[in-house]
């Protein structure tokens, strides 16, 4: 999602229009971001809990010892780790993603302080932190100008955080001088794997992102590799509900091992240029559904017919709920017809049960077409040239 115009206000909108729901601990200025962030529709889904711990004893008792500095990037750090914590432990359930950022100003006063005046702030998810540092020089000399620029790098980094503002898109204003640094744990899906995140999104230009807008459609898929169909599929859904459609992988699968962060990675390359890539660990439609209300999903009549077999499920009185679920999380299902063995499948072959009415729209075989899989591309891989 491009940030677009309107300055913060922009922005802010922009934040709302995620899912992720954040913790703030604000020290030392830049306070006025929490107007910002609360005066628009959808404050108060995004903006989980704000701290503004002032003075020194309070800062200490928010991170539960004193920082070695006030105002420096590791107690930058600290603040946003400490409210990433509050994040996880105030959001609604685990289908939230969550982000703590946190911000330490030194700032114009009128006082004798030592030292520059200056901006640290980062957000952290779990595993990726992204942090900022400004170093106030002319125009931003007095009190008023510094703390309008430290609202506006604190909401910009927000947004950047949630995945819906690339920082690259600031360029030209005044935070194109930002200091800006990324760190990344070892592991960064463990988050997924550990429930502390439910999906992060992997972005065309290279980004990922804890999180995110919920997509208007999804298209799933282990993509091992991506493919003509896939490609079709998405354009079909697009035309259907709009930008932004995603294609999906799940770390995770009912009855294989989990995909290595490698592998992962490996097939998230191809879309880089291409499209956004959600990854969860929601192997089946109904746990993707929780995730992404409202979404739909662009399938091959294969998979439809998976959806609505009771094996599935472990029986038919398991089935019936789990499509009522379906339907009541606004999922719906655009179905491609499939090559099968020879024949054509489409989604008129299927044997829909009444619990499905409504879920299924057929794709046209004269829009949607390719007979091509993965499995095709890896056995001709496989032989070689």
């Not at 003509?228 to 770390?251: C, K, M, N, T």
């Not at 024949?343 to 829909?352: E, I, K, T």
Request: hydrophobic content about 45%; charged content about 25%.
């Amino acid at each position: 999602m491009s940030a677009g115009g309107g300055g913060p206000d922009g922005l802010v909108h922009c934040i709302h229009a995620s899912r992720t729901a954040a913790a703030l601990a604000l020290t030392g200025g830049g306070t006025g971001a929490i107007p910002l962030l609360l005066r628009r529709p959808g404050g108060s889904r995004t903006v989980l809990d704000v701290a503004v711990p002032y003075g020194p004893k309070a800062v200490a008792a928010y991170l539960g010892e004193p920082p070695a500095q006030a105002c420096s990037a590791a107690t930058a750090q600290l603040l946003a780790r400490r409210a990433f914590r509050r994040a996880v432990e105030l959001r609604p359930d685990a289908s939230i993603p969550a982000v703590g950022l946190g911000a330490t100003a030194a700032l114009a006063t009128d006082r004798v302080r030592r030292g520059e005046d200056r901006l640290h702030a980062a957000a952290f998810d779990g595993a990726r932190s992204l942090a900022l540092e400004w170093r106030f020089e002319a125009p931003h000399t007095n009190r008023q100008a510094q703390e309008t620029a430290a609202e506006q790098a604190i909401v910009a980094l927000l947004a950047d955080a949630v995945g819906v503002a690339p920082w690259r898109e600031l360029a030209g204003s005044d935070l194109a001088c930002v200091g800006r640094t990324i760190e990344v744990e070892d592991d960064e899906l463990s988050c997924v794997r550990e429930g502390l995140q439910p999906w992060v999104t992997a972005y065309p230009d290279g980004r990922r992102r804890s999180g995110g807008q919920i997509p208007t459609a999804l298209v799933p898929g282990s993509f091992n590799p991506w493919h003509e169909a896939h490609q079709a599929l998405w354009e079909a859904a697009r035309r259907r509900f709009g930008d932004p459609v995603a294609y999906e992988l799940s770390i995770t699968n009912v009855d294989k091992p989990p995909l290595p962060t490698s592998e992962v990675f490996r097939r998230a390359e191809q879309f880089r240029g291409r499209a956004s890539l959600v990854l969860s660990a929601a192997p089946t439609f109904v746990e993707k559904a929780r995730l992404l209300p409202g979404a739909a999903f662009a399938v091959g009549a294969d998979t439809a017919r998976r959806v609505v077999e009771p094996m599935y499920y472990g029986g038919v009185e398991a089935m019936r709920p789990a499509l009522q679920e379906l339907r009541s999380l606004s999922a719906r299902f655009v179905v491609a017809g499939r090559l099968e063995d020879g024949c054509f499948l489409q989604l008129r072959d299927l044997a829909l049960p009444p619990e499905a009415e409504g879920l299924f729209e057929a794709i046209p075989a004269d829009e949607v077409r390719v007979d091509v899989s993965s499995t095709e591309l890896r056995a001709k891989r496989a032989a070689g040239p």
